[in-house]
């Protein structure tokens, strides 16, 4: 069973700060998702990674398959950022259900 | 752009009373899934479906749930006798074959059980 680390779990930031969440996880995975889920509570994938980095906007993400480690970065953050983001990781089975973290509680103020 | 839609977005029942939860996933996806939020809590993982049955499950998945393909667009999750513990966000997704791990989520339903 994978077991998945979300850091910090709550984070407050000044408008136009960078960010960076953190997330490891105890067995090897075919890929990750990065999720923002919003006050109410639906679900929306910003990322699939299976390696290497990509970016979306203000949003990059980062995978190291090797030390099972990946980094969701915000740059120049805005309080409409504001949300929990959660990363979930992609199981072995044929489902390829997902297993998630607990959240990072970000806040973001003006 | 096509999504997953789930009815009701809130429920209230009684300990007791049986639920059933419905999602209409996105047309041309065939692996469909289930996930729960208690509130406070990690989202969890509860039943994938596939080719009409279930294709894994989790142990929070007991005898008290069942799914469902009745027709050819809704995937329904029911709760046979509720308990106090089954209240949470419970979350349809669905998936395309050969796809499975870009999951697209419905918004999900709220279910307080009194």
């Known amino acids: 069973k994978n077991e998945v680390e979300q850091s910090p779990q709550n984070l407050t930031a000044q408008e136009g700060e960078f960010i960076t969440i953190n997330c490891s996880y105890s067995?090897?995975?075919?890929?990750l998702h990065w999720l923002q889920q919003h006050p109410g509570g639906g679900i929306v994938s910003l990322f699939m990674l299976s390696s290497g980095k990509k970016k979306h906007g203000r949003l990059i993400a980062t995978i190291n398959i090797q030390e099972k480690h990946s980094s969701l970065h915000i740059t120049a953050s805005h309080p409409r950022d504001s949300a929990v983001y959660i990363c979930?990781?992609?199981?072995?089975?044929?489902?390829?259900?997902?297993?998630f973290g607990s959240g990072t509680q970000l806040t973001v103020l003006p | 752009e096509p999504e997953v839609t789930q009815t009701p977005s809130h429920q209230v029942t009684q300990m007791g009373q049986e639920v059933i939860l419905r999602c209409v996933p996105i047309s041309n996806h065939l692996y469909f899934y289930w996930y729960r939020q208690i509130l406070g809590q990690k989202v969890e993982f509860l039943v994938s479906f596939y080719n009409n049955e279930i294709s894994e499950k989790s142990e929070i998945f007991d005898d008290q749930f069942s799914v469902e393909r009745p027709d050819g667009s809704n995937f329904t999750l029911k709760i046979r006798s509720t308990k106090l513990e089954d209240s949470a966000m419970y979350f349809c997704?669905?998936?395309?074959?050969?796809?499975?791990?870009?999951?697209?989520f419905g918004p999900g339903t709220r279910l307080l059980v009194l």
């Open positions: 997704a669905s998936a395309v074959a050969g796809a499975q791990e870009t999951q697209y």
């Open positions: 979930a990781v992609v199981s072995s089975g044929s489902a390829r259900q997902l297993t």
């Open positions: 067995v090897g995975i075919s890929a």
